[in-house]
């Protein structure tokens, strides 16, 4: 299993990076490997909501399945990912500092078939992306003016 943690400030209020982050939805404007995301089961967002998407990876389109299995507005969302080559388990924590928002991730992967052999590597690339993705979420949400709701 490969443990990808990390931790980044945004400037924007508690509230307004949680609502943000666990729609899915809008991770297509800030992940730029993100080509797909849908919400597929009814109502509000929160524990059991189902999200399904797509991320280009090397070559192809990796399809998952993004399950949100607890939910505790505004400090917690926690997701199973499941996907054709691997697993997750993800946690995300927000706290307030100041005028913005901690937010920590921590991922499980885990992966299926050969890539199991992968593991350092998956944690390697995991880290890294990671951070890609969460400094372009920052950049977005700081930079586009967005109302709390």
């Given at each position: ?144 003016p967005v109302a709390e709701g």
């Amino acid at each position: 299993m490969a443990k990808i943690r990390g931790e980044i400030t945004i400037g924007r209020p508690v509230g307004l990076v949680f609502d943000y982050v666990v729609d899915q939805t809008n991770k297509p404007q800030y992940n730029p490997n993100m080509v797909r995301a849908e919400k597929v089961t009814a109502g509000p967002i929160g524990k059991g909501t189902q999200f399904r998407s797509a991320v280009r990876s090397a070559r192809s389109t990796a399809e998952m399945l993004i399950e949100t299995t607890a939910y505790d507005r505004p400090r917690l969302m926690a997701s199973t990912t499941t996907m054709k080559r691997m697993d997750i388990e993800y946690t995300l924590e927000f706290e307030p500092v100041g005028e913005g928002t901690c937010m920590r991730w921590t991922g499980d992967v885990q992966p299926r078939g050969a890539l199991r052999l992968l593991g350092p590597v998956i944690t390697w690339m995991g880290k890294r992306q990671e951070q890609r993705i969460w400094s372009s979420l920052k950049s977005h949400l700081e930079s586009t003016p967005v109302a709390e709701g």
